[in-house]
């Protein structure tokens, strides 16, 4: 069990999700990508956050490696209509086995990494590596830089409070496990980053440090035309898509902030409860022995009060081993998405520029120069790569929430009955002192 709730996160802002537009309302993937700013009438329709419209094509995370998931009768007799099955996998990455390594300088932990492939990217058709934290923000670092248009998944973050959490304990290194994994699963599903060289290197590479030295990779021609983007040029206007994007990500983390800080104190709240049934359980035991007929009901309600205290820590660990990094993992997430928000319009503004440059010349005529076409070129991938990402989140957010949520009732649902049971096992022992009287 955990030693205490982490650090809380901001409060929400005012504004409701019910009150904001879906960012993909109204679009497809077969629309122009260009940077005209005109919505279509679709757009501008206000969509619910829990609309059965937000159902979205795009595969994702499969239901089974993406979220906590309950064993329980509740989850066996609900189906979410979800899951995706029928795609053709050709690449599976776990990460297991976590070890401790103490040396001189430092004391830290790597993981195993074993891939399976049928790709002809692949020499073998299997590998086993270990890597390490800081190899992973190598990765995602080199996935940022080569693949600027892409949403990158986030990272579990690396540094905890000292004296707070202990960071080589079996439950932090657990939870840490569980989120590369997930971090790997999300890149291996993704069609575009699962080909990346450097993810590659990373799968297989026996000496990753001798890579990382070489330097190998070179930032690709997009990740150096955003890198250099025209400086002091500032973007005229988003297009109401994007700006709709914006708004949603703006909103979505300030909703998942309040629930993060409120989730932690009633987790603090649910320990330091649990302490007090620790000590309030045994008193009616120490009070049995100095009863008679009173003996063997005062014992029910002591054993009664600690089953009930049991269930309590299982509820406050799935809490905090489940819930907690699900709704941490999408606020990182928010703010990836946010990061290649910016990275979209420093393009577009890097494209505007150059158009308005070519405007000013005194030409009757003007052609427009190739820079100006490979900028444009760029801000449509930009934005198809964006749009094609968002969708994709947004159906992995769909099937993970449905899942934890679920999940999570199904734990309360067990926690209560547990504690119904156990306060009816003791009913019979009174019943039995009145009917001996």
């Known amino acids: 069990m955990s030693g205490g709730p982490p650090k809380g996160l901001p409060s929400t802002g005012p504004h409701s999700l019910l009150d904001m537009p879906h960012p993909l309302a109204g679009s497809s993937s077969e629309e122009a990508v260009g940077g005209d700013s005109t919505p279509s009438p679709d757009l501008l329709m206000a969509r619910s956050f829990g609309d059965k419209d937000l159902i979205l094509p795009n595969g994702g995370t499969p239901a089974g490696t993406s979220s906590p998931a309950s064993s329980s009768s509740l989850l066996n007799r609900l189906q979410l209509d979800d899951d995706i099955d029928g795609e053709t996998r050709d690449l599976f990455v776990t990460v297991d086995d976590p070890k401790k390594h103490v040396c001189t300088m430092e004391t830290y932990i790597t993981y195993r990494i074993t891939t399976k492939s049928t790709r002809v990217e692949f020499d073998l058709p299997e590998y086993s590596v270990r890597r390490r934290y800081q190899d992973f923000d190598w990765l995602r670092n080199k996935l940022e830089e080569s693949q600027p248009t892409h949403l990158i998944p986030p990272l579990p973050e690396k540094f905890v409070v000292k004296g707070v959490v202990d960071r080589f304990s079996e439950e932090f ?65 988003r297009p109401l898509e994007f700006a709709a994007i914006g708004d949603y990500l703006d909103t979505f983390a300030l909703k998942l902030g309040t629930i993060d800080r409120i989730a932690q104190r009633i987790i603090k709240e649910e320990i330091e409860y649990l302490v007090e049934l620790r000590e309030y359980g045994p008193v009616y035991s120490t009070w049995s022995a100095l009863e008679g007929e009173l003996a063997e009901p005062l014992e029910g309600v002591s054993a009664c009060i600690g089953n009930c205290s049991t269930a309590l820590e299982e509820l406050t660990d799935d809490m905090t081993e489940d819930f907690l990094p699900v709704l941490r993992e999408y606020i990182l997430y928010s703010d990836s998405m946010k990061s290649v928000l910016k990275k979209r319009d420093q393009v577009q503004a890097e494209y505007e520029a150059k158009l308005e440059a070519v405007a000013l010349r005194k030409e009757d005529r003007p052609k427009v120069p190739a820079d100006v076409e490979k900028c444009q070129d760029r801000m449509e991938c930009f934005n198809a790569d964006l749009k094609a990402d968002m969708e994709r989140w947004q159906n992995n957010k769909r099937q993970d929430f449905r899942q934890l949520l679920m999940g999570m009732a199904d734990k309360n649902i067990q926690y209560y009955e547990k504690c119904l049971t156990a306060w009816e096992s003791i009913i019979p022992l009174l019943q039995e002192k009145q009917e001996a009287k």
Request: zero cysteines; a positive charge.
């Open 173 to 237: 290194v657990e939870t840490r496990r569980k989120a590369l994994d997930k971090f790997l699963k999300r890149i291996t599903d993704h069609p575009v980053l699962s080909f990346n060289e450097h993810f590659n290197v990373f799968l297989t590479a026996k000496d990753l440090n001798a890579y990382k030295k070489q330097g190998m990779a070179l930032l690709t021609r997009v990740g150096e035309s955003v890198k250099h983007v025209t400086g002091g040029y500032k973007l005229r206007s």
